[in-house]
């Protein structure tokens, strides 16, 4: 499809009747429409979209209070100031229909009387007027080729491409744009005909229309939880990503901090704890000293002297017990013993035989008596105090150089003490400056109140699925319910099961014909990727799998230590869903793994290092503005390529984030070669002098639209800003 021209009457700041000549020559295939901001230039690219779609533009379905309000607001305000006022768009269009190409006339006409706004459509097929049926085979036909979905994938502002394939819905959008690129939506639209012919034979029935209503409301309800719940995977994936990053750079913070002369407070808390033992250590050895010079020192200090106290205690002991004998054994009892047994036969004398006996017993078990009448009793202690004093001496007597040496020891080693006191202590108060120290305690405070956020984030969002996969698992239930309810109602009716047979069938064909058509898309997007981005090896591979996701990848260099770090920081479903599928497949295949249970086994046990390249997923979140910009280009250049569909590209704002060093590949190898017909909106800083020396040889036309505030009104001139 080619525009060859665009007409404007009273629309918006198109006071007059202006006409654009979009007619490509060859290869001068670019038209170039230069403006400052506010002149006029989104006008056209709106004209051409409600010329064609008309209420769809506005997302209205038919022509209502709404939409006619937005024409009003549409029309030029000096209109009004004539009698007659009236508004149209009309376009010039050539549409290949076969091996013929026809030309349309398309015009949207609007009048105000009695003040009410009438609208006249009008598509004129090589001059001659449709009307009816061939007017509305028309409009099925060009949204065939262009629908409304595909027009903001051709006809787009540079500043919000990015909402079309980046975030939410890029999967869906990527899927809907090539199969209608490629025409296999026809395959789509024939299984949804197939349901439509079923119901359109039940719809006399109200109690199906209404089960068919509450099935269609349940099945949306669905869609919309399972949507909620993918929003909050993906915050947790972001979530979990940045709590890697924070892990990895707190872990980068202590090492700096240590490389500095820092140390951490773990390792402070276990020298404090060192130096506390110590000390404690110290005192009770000192307390022991103390308690040595107290109650043994002065007796080792006289330990000569102690062998003549022992000796004497050891012989007031035997005295007292000599005593004690003799006064239980006196001669009155013995000689009572002697008279009771009949002893006295000899004649003697009893006292006298009483006092031999006592005097032969005392003297076989004390010696001779006459040591103990002339001795004398010096301490007088007893018995108790006697053994604890007899205890003493002899442990001195016995233990004197065994003592001496283990009170030597004990101040040697309250000496040691205090060494490695001080050694710690030094240790402690010289590991860094208090500059670094403050620096180093700021920077870990920041990240761990980071992950602290993050980590209440992550409960949060998890918390929010666990009530999504309740709400989830109701959905579904009352959505079987209503399925059956409504299967039950048109059981009379064969056709469902047919319908549902047909539809998996034409689900399978689409897949089967799409996935030669993704291996296609991602050849040509490293094509041209590589042509317009300026970092060598910036992508080196793109993966789109069957559900339309797309992953960047690029090779890096990794060390198998630092592989093994990551396995045991983050695990082995983190790494997964981090670095993607192919680094996992080629760490598989390095360690020759062939189950996740074999890699994490070889993973946990690295010990040795070694380097090894392997792909590596793109975060395209982390892409700059620019580079976002020539992600998108790049994709939609490699479907239309593989489409074929030959399209006009109208872009605003084409350079909208893109950076200097980018906008000359931009400029040369995608702006002319994109499409067979370019219609190019831009401001005098998008595209500037050098651009446009660069682009000159391939423009058709050229026109620079200017706003004049006097008369409210745009001026349009067959030029652009510079000259050649």
Partial sequence: MIINKLTLKNFRSYEEEYTFDFTPNGDKNVILIGGENG?????????????????????????NSNYISRIKANINNNAFKHPKVESFIELQIEMPEGNTINNYNIKRLWSYEKKKINEEYSVYKNGTLLANEELSYFENYFKSILPPMLFDFFFFDGEELSDFFIGRGAKTHLKEALLKLCNYDTIDLLRKQILQFQRSKLRSNTETSDLEKKYSEQLDGLRAIELKIEDEEKKIFELKEKLVDLSEERHSLDIQFRKEGGMLETERSKITSQINKLEESRTITNQE??????????????????????????????????????????????????????????????????????????????????????????????????????????????????????????????NNFSIKIEKLKKKLTSSADNHLVETYIKSLKKITNEISVCDYEQQK?????????????????????????????????????????????????????????????????????????RKSKYVENVIIDSDFNI??????????????????????????????????????????????????????????????????????????????????????????????????????????????????????????????????????????????????????????????????????SNRYFFEV
């Fill in 551 to 716: 992953t960047l990848y690029i090779n890096r260099l990794y060390n198998t230590l630092e592989i093994a770090n990551k396995y045991n920081t983050i695990g082995y479903d983190e790494m997964d869903r981090k670095f993607g599928d192919k680094f996992i497949e080629g760490l598989s295949d390095y360690y020759n793994a062939h189950t996740k249970k074999e890699l994490s086994n070889k993973l946990s046990n690295i010990k040795q290092s070694e380097l090894i390249n392997l792909n590596t997923k793109v975060n395209v979140d982390e892409f700059s503005k620019g580079e976002k910009q020539i992600y998108i280009l790049c994709l939609i250049w490699a479907l239309i390529k593989a489409s074929d569909v030959k399209v006009p590209f109208i872009i605003d704002t084409p350079y909208a984030r893109i950076d200097e060093s980018h906008r000359n590949s931009i400029t040369t190898e995608f702006l002319p070669k994109v499409s067979n017909q370019v219609i190019i909106l831009s401001t005098n800083k998008e595209i500037d002098k050098e651009s446009y020396d660069l682009i000159h040889k391939h423009v058709a036309n050229e026109y620079l639209l200017q706003y004049m505030d006097v008369e409210r009104k745009t001026k349009v």
């Fill in 39 to 63: 002149a006029g230039k989104s006008t056209i690219f709106e004209a051409i979209k409600l010329c064609f779609y008309g209420p769809t533009t506005y997302g209205y379905q038919g022509f």
């Fill in 289 to 414: 000293i103390k308690d040595f010079s107290n109650d043994t020192l002065p007796f080792l200090i006289l330990s000569d002297k102690l062998v003549d106290l022992r000796d004497q205690i050891e012989k007031e002991d035997k005295f007292n017990l000599y005593n004690n004998v003799r006064n239980r054994l006196d001669s009155n009892v013995i000689k009572d013993y002697l008279s009771e047994n009949d002893i006295l036969k000899s004649g003697k004398n009893a006292d006298e035989i009483a006092v031999d006996i006592l005097s032969t017993i005392t003297s076989n078990m004390f010696g001779e008596e006459s040591q103990y009448n002339t001795f004398k009793e010096l301490h007088k202690l007893s018995s108790d105090q006697s053994a604890d004093v007899l205890s003493l001496t002899n442990n001195i007597i016995y233990k004197k150089n065994e003592l001496k040496k283990e009170n030597k020891d004990k101040y040697n080693d309250i």
């Fill in 461 to 533: 969002c998890e918390l929010t699925i666990e009530s999504l996969l309740e709400a989830k698992q109701k959905a579904a239930y009352h959505l079987v319910r209503a399925k059956n309810e409504y299967t039950a109602a048109l059981q009379s009716d064969n056709n469902l099961q047919l319908s549902d047979d047909v539809s998996d069938l034409l689900e399978s064909v689409i897949v089967e014909l799409t996935s030669n058509k993704l291996k296609e898309i991602e050849n040509n997007y490293m094509e041209i990727f590589s042509k317009l981005i």
